[in-house]
């Protein structure tokens, strides 16, 4: 009998434990308002292609991959730094750089391939069956990226799982119902991952 209520203990308290542990953070948002419109301050990085089109110049209009060291070059331009950059940055450092050449040039820079800076990266740790970082593109979600890392393990803590984000440089926690989502299809679950985003997955207590 004692055994018995001793048992019955310790799961009352790994229930409050995993409660506490819900209830300290807020649950990750379906929509990230800073993330709204993220196409618009997306970051070149090494090995982005990207269209330069300068308009009433065709000749000048190209395709170019970003090199390993943040630069590309383009018809009249080389070696021009565009890593660090937004597509918009980059059209007017391209635009700068033709003015020489090109009296008011009006340059557009169009994403082709995203791959970006590395810091962009979502990475999911823990009981996911193979954790890895997965490439940050606009709008994906956490449904998304547990799919890409192949599921939950079966020892995985769904519900305990939770997103670290560091924003306007603070870290923030969230919750995320990792089981609720993938096992039970609770679309209220998911949530939008922004760049950066750590997935964190708890291995289950029992």
């Known amino acids: 009998m004692r055994g018995q209520s001793f048992k019955l203990f310790v799961a009352m308290i790994a229930v409050?434990?995993?409660l506490g542990a819900c209830a300290k953070h807020p649950e990750a948002p379906l929509v990230l308002k800073s993330e709204a419109d993220t196409a618009n301050d997306?970051?070149?990085g090494a090995g982005d292609q990207l269209q330069v089109f300068v308009w009433r110049n065709q000749e000048l209009t190209t395709t170019v991959r970003v090199r390993p060291d943040g630069k590309i070059s383009v018809p009249l331009v080389e070696?021009?730094?565009v890593a660090g950059l937004t597509p918009?940055?980059?059209?007017k450092?391209?635009?700068d750089s033709l003015s020489q050449y090109v009296k008011d040039a009006i340059v557009t820079v169009i994403m082709v391939d995203f791959v970006g800076p590395a810091s962009r990266n979502i990475r999911v740790v823990g009981e996911a069956a193979k954790p890895l970082e997965v490439q940050y593109r606009n709008g994906i979600t956490a449904l998304d990226v547990v799919v890409q890392a192949g599921g939950l393990?079966?020892?995985a803590a769904g519900n305990r799982a939770t997103i670290l984000r560091t924003a306007d440089g603070k870290e923030e926690t969230y919750s995320i119902r990792l089981s609720d989502l993938m096992n039970d299809g609770d679309v209220t679950a998911n949530a939008q991952m922004a760049p950066g985003d750590i997935l964190m997955i708890p291995q289950s207590r029992f």
């Open 93 to 95: 450092a391209i635009s």
């Open 79 to 81: 070696d021009l730094p």
């Open 42 to 44: 997306y970051v070149i």
């Open 88 to 91: 918009k940055a980059a059209g």
């Open 16 to 18: 409050a434990v995993t």
């Open 153 to 155: 393990t079966p020892f």
